[in-house]
């Protein structure tokens, strides 16, 4: 990627992230790879990084532990171990199995997950495990690094006869020692070690007494450290073993050395592969402390920042405690394929030049393999050159003003722009004549715009305001100013310029009313009404905000109202056809019992003989008694049957109604053949003439069935669905809506409840598993079942 100016990077902030992912690398090597990082421009190769990013942050806050530690920069070593008759030094074989181990295991550990993690798995094809190395250096070395002593038989064969002689040493200096001592001869010091061998202290005017030979003498001169005669040719034959032992120990070492260097080529390639990992695994690790995403590379040049925090702010305020944490406002901010221009004017101080920033370095993020700290739906497109003029470029040395510079970054970005450029443009057309500098940078703005570059500029002159009104390709924006209390909010508004404020501040400001009426006066009545106008919209503009917001909140809560009634209405649907079917069954059987009855007294006629009147008499006065018990059954199953149909006077225009099938009460208003239309709770309502039941008074009307459940201030009534989704919500709006749900769903006495995070990047299930891991409330937790959701939703059971 082209970046211009030089210190385009500290410009923009890049210099800052790299600063920032640098600590989070564990290598030697992947630090200097960091160190020297810079975005690319090839769409495979940062598609590929980015998903590598993904994967590693899935893995780091999802799986297990990764094996990722221990890489030592062996480079040099490995070097040297091609040099003919080299010993390599001891520390540092250990150094290379740690190595050798750390890559077997990350290859075993990708190789495990391919389907989870397939670009990690395609970076780890080129580990290539070195097992046989692995055990030569395992068997001759010890945990701590030293050379063991069944490295070799003939090292444990001398290391065998070193400890028996030193244990004689031992003996026999203990056993001169306390004779020397009896005779009071020796100083109060014990056995000590001198030029390599032991000796004892003795008091410098007997040190002709004792047979032996002085080796060194104290500061105070009173002492002399000898060794004793018996000892010497024991010291003799210890120092003579210690250097077969050295001997034996460069041998096995010049060996593994030689072994080293036939796997030298290997054991690099592992080590540029497991620092590629480093790498990733370093910028992971940073875009979770951001809490970010990855984006969507754009196709066509669809420039989209949605809920993107500028990285700089985030990465200061983790730097500080939180109570002295700056909130940091989010930027939302849209450029279709077609806009190509985009004018952002506003106060100073309001935020453009962070606007601008944030773009920029979010851009170099996603193109060095970063995620943005931005909603994961953002979309970026690739850039092949950045140029940024912002700040001031001014030299001594080259004897450039800042306009001159500005003039020879204008040379250079129109030397090299073209369609898969950005431009950021800071304070245009400052630091010259306002008329001329605006006409100079609107002209650089229409070339830029020809070559189908994306251009940004924040400026506070009108003609680039009216530029950006007028052309097809630009669109102008603002930064919102706060009227009510003159200060600005920091969100940035598309499709309206803003104004600058100065009037305004400098009325904040206590600036005299004196000075601020001249001044209004030789602005003119044009520009003043102008800028008037531009307030004024604004004002509009966020008035039209606000409404809109009461409108969606009320939208919301009627479409919540509307959800309980549909399922209270299919509730009592339910109920009603279960009435009915129980009726009709409870008639069957009564006609079956009255039919078999009328059956049982024909028999009785006909046996007793028909000619008998009062047997018939008898038997007509049973089946009509029957009959008339079956018909209060029948009267009884009917009435059960019929208690959801509507048995009272058909209302009139005026009268107080209830929907048959809901607990809504209202006024009828107009009925137009076999519709009605009634007024309720402020609303119009629509419905059938059939399905509405006139409540004469209020003992008619249904009672609410209510759910307590506690709030702030009091209590309320309101019903708790059995489940909570949060899904596509950031972490810290997902928790606030987790910790309400559950309070609301513990007071209203449920048992058990659903969270519905998803799956993705798995940052949401962690974040609610540690908010439950805190509740004492909770019982237990899991994962749903599979046909519930799987690792997508987590059952919370409460105690």
């Known amino acids: 990627m082209h970046l211009f100016p030089e210190h385009l990077s500290d410009k923009i902030g890049f210099e800052t992230v790299r600063t920032a992912v640098l600590k989070k690398s564990r290598s030697v090597m992947g630090r200097e790879r960091l160190a020297t990082m810079m975005p690319f421009s090839d769409r495979s190769v940062i598609q590929r990084r980015l998903e590598q990013t993904r994967e590693m942050m899935d893995l780091l806050q999802n799986d297990t532990a990764f094996p990722l530690n221990n890489l030592h920069d062996i480079r040099e070593p490995l070097k040297q171990s091609r040099a003919g008759n080299r010993v390599l030094p001891l520390p540092v074989f250990t150094e290379i199995l740690e190595v050798c181990v750390t890559a077997r295991r990350i290859k075993s550990y990708l190789g495990d997950r391919e389907k989870h993690y397939p670009e990690l798995k395609e970076i780890s094809i080129g580990l290539i495990p070195l097992e046989e190395l692995e055990k030569i250096l395992q068997d001759k070395f010890t945990n701590s690094g030293e050379l063991r002593s069944d490295a070799s038989h003939q090292l444990k064969s001398i290391r065998k006869r070193l400890n028996n002689k030193r244990n004689d040493l031992r003996s026999t200096i203990n056993r001169v020692m306390s004779r020397v001592a009896k005779q009071g001869r020796a100083s109060d010091e014990g056995p000590t070690i001198r030029n390599g061998r032991m000796v004892i202290p003795v008091l410098a005017e007997y040190k002709r007494k004792v047979q032996g030979f002085v080796h060194d003498v104290s500061s105070s001169g009173q002492t002399v450290y000898l060794e004793p005669v018996e000892a010497l040719n024991i010291n003799n034959e210890i120092r003579q073993l210690e250097s077969e032992e050295q ?205 189908r570059a994306k251009v940004l500029v924040t400026t506070h002159h009108g003609s680039l305001k009216v530029f950006a009104h007028d052309h097809p390709s630009a669109v102008n924006g603002s930064m919102e100013f706060d009227q009510a209390t003159l200060s600005p909010t920091y969100r940035f508004k598309k499709g309206v310029p803003g104004s600058s404020y100065a009037f305004e501040i400098a009325k904040r400001m206590k600036l005299q009313e004196k000075l601020l009426k001249q001044a209004r006066r030789l602005l003119g009545e044009g520009k003043k009404d102008m800028e008037t106008l531009i307030a004024e919209l604004e004002a509009k503009t966020q008035e039209a905000d606000q409404l809109k917001k009461k409108y969606d909140q009320l939208k919301s809560r009627t479409q919540k109202a509307r959800h309980r009634y549909e399922e209270k209405r299919s509730a009592i649907e339910k109920e009603e056809k279960s009435i009915r079917e129980k009726a009709l069954k409870e008639a069957k059987s009564i006609m079956d019992s009255a039919n078999q009855k009328i059956e049982q007294a024909v028999e009785r006629i006909v046996k007793e003989g028909q000619k008998d009147e009062e047997v018939i008499r008898k038997a007509r006065q049973d089946v009509e008694e029957f009959r008339s018990e079956v018909d209060a059954d029948l009267e009884a199953v009917e009435n059960e049957a019929s208690a959801f149909e509507d048995v009272s006077e058909k209302p009139k225009v005026g009268d107080r109604v209830r929907l048959e099938d809901a607990q809504t009460t209202g006024e009828l208003k107009e009925i137009n053949g076999s519709t009605a239309v009634i007024s309720a709770g402020g609303l119009r309502i629509k419905t059938k003439f059939s399905k509405l039941v006139k409540v004469e008074d209020a003992s008619q009307q249904k009672p609410k069935q209510r759910i307590k459940v506690n709030i702030e201030g009091g209590s309320r009534y309101k019903v708790v669905p059995p489940q909570l989704e949060i899904r596509g919500m950031r972490g810290r709006e997902a928790m606030k809506e987790v910790q309400h749900y559950l309070d609301d ?27 439950l891991d805190k509740r004492k409330e909770v019982k237990k937790y899991h994962m749903a079942p599979i046909e519930q959701g799987g690792a997508g939703c987590t059952v919370v059971i409460f105690r």
Request: proline share 3%; with cysteine; charged share 25%.
């Open 247 to 451: 001997r034996e120990i460069e041998r096995i070492l010049r060996e593994l050395t030689a072994e080293i260097g036939r796997n030298r080529d290997t054991i690099r390639q592992n080590l540029e592969v497991l620092t590629t990992i480093d790498v990733v695994a370093a910028k992971a690790q940073l875009s979770i402390d951001l809490d970010a995403f990855v984006p969507v590379l754009s196709e066509r040049s669809h420039l989209y920042l949605r809920e993107a925090y500028n990285p700089l702010l985030l990465l200061k305020n983790q730097t500080l405690p939180e109570n002295k944490q700056e909130q940091v406002v989010p930027l939302d901010m849209e450029l279709t394929a077609e806009e190509r221009c985009l004018v952002i004017t506003g106060p100073n101080a309001g935020g453009k030049s962070v606007a601008l920033k944030t773009l920029g370095l979010c851009a170099m993020m996603v193109q060095s393999g970063f995620a943005i700290p931005a909603r994961d739906s953002s979309e970026l497109p690739v850039f092949s050159s950045i140029f940024v003029d912002m700040g001031d470029d001014q030299s001594i040395e080259n004897d450039l003003s800042t306009f001159s510079s500005r003039l020879e970054w204008m040379k250079h970005t129109i030397a090299r722009a073209d369609r898969h450029s950005l431009a950021l443009i800071d304070e245009a057309a400052a630091g010259t004549d306002p008329e001329e500098g605006g006409a100079l940078f609107q002209a650089l703005i229409e070339l830029l715009i020809e070559r």
């Open 745 to 771: 769903a513990i007071a209203a006495g449920r048992q058990k409840v659903n969270i519905i995070h998803g799956k993705g990047e798995g940052i949401l299930k962690k974040l609610v598993h540690e908010y």
